[in-house]
């Protein structure tokens, strides 16, 4: 009972809805999911997590993002109830025009163009900062 129990709680959120319908199209980086959906990316892995925690989808690292996809396989009323939901919903509005923006975002590359300006570099935005500071406390120290 209580398996049944999160999977609603995991359905009755908007947002969560919205994530599910997009992986019902197949494995999404989340800077794929905060693009289409225009939300930071704290507030996606917030419910990315509650829909991990529910046993509807899994996630795996690929470089430094996380990409994110439907179980497989799901069972019983879970894959009932993804297999409804991709059904009936794929004709709204707001899922046909987020699986639109989905095709568009996707084309941009997100995770490459992000991944590849740091490995350009050589140097990760963090690694810059840090350096950064180091050398206003040796000016600083000077």
């Known amino acids: 009972m209580e398996d049944i129990a999160q999977i609603y709680k995991a359905l009755s959120e908007r ?8 992986l019902t199209h197949g494995e999404l980086c989340v800077c794929d999911i905060m ?11 917030r419910h990315v997590a509650y829909l991990k925690n529910s046993g509807l989808i899994k996630g795996k ?3 430094t993002w996380m990409h994110y996809f439907l179980k497989e396989p799901l069972e019983g009323l879970a894959a009932a109830h993804v297999e409804f939901i991709r059904r009936e919903l794929s004709g ?14 996707q084309a941009k590359k997100l995770c490459e163009a992000s991944a590849g300006g740091a490995a350009a570099s050589g140097k990760s935005k963090t690694v810059k900062k840090r350096q950064a500071a ?9």
């Open 61 to 63: 690292r690929v470089g």
């Open 134 to 142: 180091m050398n206003k406390r040796t000016k600083a120290n000077s």
């Open 15 to 22: 947002m969560r809805l919205r994530i599910l319908m997009l």
């Open 92 to 105: 709204l509005d707001w899922a046909k025009a987020d699986a639109e923006k989905m095709r568009n975002v």
């Open 35 to 45: 693009a289409v959906l225009e939300e930071p990316q704290s507030k996606v892995s």
